[in-house]
């Protein structure tokens, strides 16, 4: 028989536990429906399962948590139409792959409503109910031509890289989207 103590499993757990609450950051820089539904589905599933998750939202990845419809209010004409190029909202994000001017997105979101499953705009109200918290980077926000007020309701918070760095420090899971 040997002298090593056996490590009890549940022990172990409970250690981990208390070092670490259950987080999960994830940071959401694509643009694109696919990428961004992957975003969300792991958001509401974690929340789901009572994690503490935070979505940083940067560059590309603000175009989901725009007004539909709504241009930007940036001061200068270059910014401005970089704005304007950059259309946002979240029912109308791009596929990444074979999108074909919209055809193959409208073709996803149908093969999506046959099979009931929740559009980008859905994921988002459920994260928002499951208490998903929504960060969006002040810094790419002006970079990228878009104002604070040119986003949805419910931003939990503007903040930079420093916030999201302290968020991601605690987690147990963090993810680049």
């Given at each position: 028989m040997s002298t090593t103590a056996k490590l009890d499993p549940q022990v172990a757990l409970a250690e981990l536990q208390e070092r670490k609450p259950?987080?999960?950051?994830?940071?959401?820089l694509s643009?694109?429906?696919?990428?961004?539904?992957?975003a969300f589905i792991i958001a509401t599933g974690a929340a789901s399962m009572g994690m503490q998750v935070t979505m940083f939202f940067t560059f590309w990845g603000l175009n989901?948590?725009?007004?539909?419809?709504?241009?930007?209010?940036?001061?200068?004409?270059?910014?401005?139409a970089f704005g304007f190029l950059n259309r946002g909202?979240?029912?109308?994000?791009p596929l990444s792959r074979f999108h074909f001017w919209g055809l193959g997105t409208r073709i996803?979101?149908?093969?999506?409503?046959?099979n009931r499953m929740p559009g980008v705009p859905e994921l988002m109200d459920m994260a928002k109910d499951l208490g998903v918290r929504f960060i969006a980077c002040t810094t790419t926000l002006g970079l990228m031509g878009i104002t604070k007020d040119t986003l949805i309701d419910g931003i939990d918070q503007f903040a930079g890289v420093s916030t999201y760095l302290a968020e991601a420090k605690d987690a147990q899971v963090n993810l680049f989207i």
């Amino acid at each position: 028989m040997s002298t090593t103590a056996k490590l009890d499993p549940q022990v172990a757990l409970a250690e981990l536990q208390e070092r670490k609450p259950d987080r999960v950051t994830i940071v959401v820089l694509s643009g694109n429906m696919d990428r961004v539904m992957s975003a969300f589905i792991i958001a509401t599933g974690a929340a789901s399962m009572g994690m503490q998750v935070t979505m940083f939202f940067t560059f590309w990845g603000l175009n989901a948590i725009r007004k539909p419809g709504v241009s930007s209010k940036a001061t200068d004409w270059l910014r401005r139409a970089f704005g304007f190029l950059n259309r946002g909202g979240a029912d109308t994000l791009p596929l990444s792959r074979f999108h074909f001017w919209g055809l193959g997105t409208r073709i996803m979101k149908l093969v999506m409503r046959r099979n009931r499953m929740p559009g980008v705009p859905e994921l988002m109200d459920m994260a928002k109910d499951l208490g998903v918290r929504f960060i969006a980077c002040t810094t790419t926000l002006g970079l990228m031509g878009i104002t604070k007020d040119t986003l949805i309701d419910g931003i939990d918070q503007f903040a930079g890289v420093s916030t999201y760095l302290a968020e991601a420090k605690d987690a147990q899971v963090n993810l680049f989207i």
